[in-house]
């Protein structure tokens, strides 16, 4: 029954590693960037939100305004910053992100002090729910229904607009698209800005179950490469696949091996690199 | 670039006179020590990064594993420092080169995330086998070697004993670079197809600089282990290889006195800026982004353009390839939705 | 100036080895605010100026033992600090190479266990005290309380606060219904919540540290658990974390701490009223002990007549005095100091007095092991 449970309880974190994962997954299946500064997104989405409800908004307000303001200063860096880099080798991608990743947890810091802080779910979620012997807080299983629609609505976003389209189309060839008249550089803004945005709101939703902390931001980027890794780069349902099996991994080591459990993941990692060096589900 | 600077002979000397120079202007002989076994760890780095083009986050795992070699040898076996040090040359070459010859299979991010995923599992690893790493509490109690019968406690004393060895790995680095297999590694660095299609084996030319880096950074890290008088945990872990990378492109390019330059101006800064100001990362965090956008030759870019300045040469090539030059990303069609 | 700092009349130079920077910079901003705390009060007293460095060891072994290193080799022989155990461990060795004293507060048994030496003195209670001060007296308050869970981080620090626990659970015939070991990196707890929970436990032990032992409480907060079981975290970390929490998630829990600044003590009382009147701040552990270890130094530095480090270990073993916690008494056989633990429950928003009156002591008392049981064999000369 245990490991039912632990299964249950992996899809459900699998669900924040897929929001968490995708942003970097789009960002580098369109501008084949490498962003290092992922986390630093999460971090910020996650103190952004304690923020908010400090000053006593609503979590529900404060949840996607931190999003939408960590995708707008996402928008500002790539505008002022990483746009300049792009033509770069991909040391310089590394070496630039990891440059921003630092500068933003010590801002952080510098703001909000070294000591992390809770966010309180919100009341209406702040119960758990009953199952015979499986006890679950209403607020993941919150997340784990808000994830679905949100992943849904990405599809729908990338695969059945038009937007999606020139995303698509982009990045296979930006040229062509400069060609045809699009304006490649705002494109690139946007999708950055998107998965950045995708990285903040992971980092508010799950500040109620985790609380802030400065150095949250280098677990979460973590989680992220693996995910985008197993699941293949720049594929969405990749991201969605691997996010859950990670989540699901991580979730039945606890009661299995847990001592190993980092162990395996990044042997399954490496493993997946050597087998399907796409991942599981990146077209080759 | 300016040819002369590039010289072995030159860069040899730039590097013995750094190594006379430090003892004069540092106060702190254990602080020119560390910037010495940085250093050739650094260089070790740039072997892989400038001259072959290969990013790896894998460094940290033979600087670790240097340390609890010396750490098993001198403490559990009580072996002397000499045997150690040229057990941990073999120990970091073999390593090296197993990950070498599993993560090349991939190239361009697959490859950097390979040795990622090995940096993570080498410290699972000494994490998980306390009983022979001391785990998170480090393995303490490592011991300065001895020479004519006198143990190298003093700072000084040890720095002359590690400079020694700096200069004489550096040299041997050196003779690699400047080898035939050194110019081969920077062939296929700029062009990977054409060198293999000229008929060198290219998998086993990079494997080989694997094992020659794993083995010097191995070296430089049981060095390290005897300076603190302890192999700690975060030896071995993934801000160990984010740090030798960091430094290697600060100093910059293809040049191994450029890798000694890094190594010395990240750990100085480091130890005045930590001194004053809490939040120091910020400062490097900034410094990694004015790198990125205006000193991609690093240090020894910028010392160029000031030589070239002053003696009004031509400025140096610019153009010129700047560190870790693998070719960006291949505009992949791969992606999928 | 560093340089004279032996000499009878220059300034005293007191070196604070502290992570001021890095992960666990909260606890080393506030550690340093207490050594300096205690050298002004020293200055007076001593008739001599009195210089506390900051050392920065980011929280890391290698950084502090270089920079121990250096300090010594300016002529700083007395040092203060040392928080997390790696770093502690190897300063300590480091400090007793070249003949220097170091005091700490840091957690690991082997500081005055198997790595125990001449020039290091400990200031927290060891995991045998630790568990001693808040499972058995759970478990006389409880006795209905049969079933217990632990989650335990797997590293000598966990092993050493488990085991113990399991020689209580053995001795008092409890049932240890199951544990879940987790790595030091682990952040996520659902997983281990979720096997406790299927034990049926009557009383969930924490037997992790630091934002880790924040991070289980809160999630086991979360799934509800704190209305189906006792929860006890054995090694809480003082008001800091009460701050990081917040009342809510405390309430009802128990906590193990070192130092509370409710404790009913003549120089604790002292403390307390000074700093809140000159800074508005209530003392926490890392300010508290920090502050309590560097006044050891000064008093023994006062005692001995002499800076000089062979006088000033001699005066502080064996040592006696009105310390944070009441009578304080320092071990000569193993340098550790001999103190109280404390057990604190946390209490309702509405029931605090201040916005720090977090919780009330429950209970307090001394346990140690042997000095030849915890493993010390102490060189002399």
Known sequence: MTYLFQILNGIGLGMLYFLLAVGLSIIFGLL?????????????????????????????????????????????????????????????????????????QEFVIIVWGPLGGNVAAPDELSGVMILGDFIYPQYRLFVIGFTAILAAALWWLLDRTRLGAIVRAGSESPQNMALLGYDTLSINTAIFALGAGLAGLAGALAAPMRGVEPFMGVEALGIAFVVVVIGGMGSYAGALAAGILVGVAQSLMATLWPEGARLVIYLGMAGIIMAMPRGLLGRA | MIPILDRPLVQFGLATAAVLILPLVMRSGTLASEILIFGLAVAACNLLLGYTGLLSFGQGIFFGIGSYVAGLGLVRAGLPAPVMLAVSLGVGALVAAVVGWVSIRRQGVYFVMLTLAFSQMFYFLAYTFSGITG?????????????????????????????????????????????????????????????????????????????????????????HAMLIGVAPLSNIDYH?????????????????????????????????????????????????IVITLFLQRGLWGLIERAIALVTRAPPPDDPARPVGTNPPVAHAPEVAR | MLRSARAADGPLVIGAPLPISGAFAANGKFASLGAAFAAREAAAALGRKIVVTDIDTEGKPAPAARKLQEAMAQG???????????????????????????????????????????????????????????????????????????????????????????????????????????????????????????????VLLLLNFGSQSSDALRQAVSFGLKKRMTIVLAWASGLEQFEALGADLCEGVYFGVQYWHGIDSPLNKELVSKLRESAKMTPNYSFAGSYQITKLLLDAVAKAGSAESPAVIKALEGLGYSGLTGHEEIRAADHQIIKDYYLLKGKAKSAMKDKDDFADVVTAGKSFLSPESAGCKMQQG
């Open chain 1, 32 to 104: 084949q960037f490498v962003n290092f500064a992922h986390g630093a997104f999460y971090l910020l989405g996650a103190y952004l939100a304690y923020e908010g409800v400090e000053r006593g908004l609503s979590f529900w307000v404060a949840m996607p305004l931190a999003a939408v303001i960590v995708a707008a200063l996402a928008g500002v860096t790539e505008r002022l910053l990483l746009r300049r880099v792009y033509k770069l080798p991909h040391t310089f991608h590394i070496l630039v992100t990891v440059g921003l990743a630092l500068v933003v």
């Open chain 2, 135 to 223: 785990g998170d509490n480090g393995f303490l109690d490592i011991p300065r070697p001895t020479l004519v019968g006198t143990r190298l406690t003093d700072p000084w004393t040890y720095y002359a004993y590690v400079a020694v060895l700096f200069l004489v790995l550096f040299a041997a680095l050196q003779r690699v670079a400047l080898s035939t297999f050194g110019r081969t590694l920077l062939a296929i660095r700029d062009n990977e197809a054409r060198a293999g299609a000229i008929g060198y084996p290219v998998r086993a030319f990079k494997v080989a600089a694997f094992a020659i880096s794993g083995a010097v950074t191995a070296f430089a890290g049981a060095l």
């Open chain 2, 240 to 288: 160990t290889s984010e740090t030798l990378l960091i430094m290697t492109i600060i100093g910059g390019s293809a040049n191994l006195f450029a890798s000694l330059l890094g190594a010395g101006a990240y750990l100085l800064a480091a130890d005045a800026l930590s001194a004053i100001w809490p939040r120091w990362l910020l400062a490097l965090g900034l410094l990694l």
């Open chain 3, 76 to 202: 700083t022989r007395l040092f203060a600090g040392g928080i997390l155990s790696s770093e502690a461990l190897v300063m300590g060795k480091e400090a007793t190479k070249s003949d220097g004293v170091f005091i700490t507060t840091a957690g690991a048994d082997e500081i005055t266990g198997s790595d125990c030496n001449r020039g290091t003195f400990r200031w927290s209670v060891p995991t045998f005290g630790a568990i001693a001060q808040t499972v058995r007296p759970l478990i006389e308050q409880m006795p209905q309380a049969k079933r217990w869970y632990t989650i335990t981080p797997q590293y000598v620090f966990g092993e050493g606060l488990l085991s113990a626990a399991k020689v209580v659970f053995q001795e008092k015939g409890i049932e240890h219904v199951g544990n879940s070991y987790h790595s030091l990196a682990e952040k996520e707890f659902s997983g281990y919540l979720t096997n406790a929970i299927a034990a049926k436990p009557d």
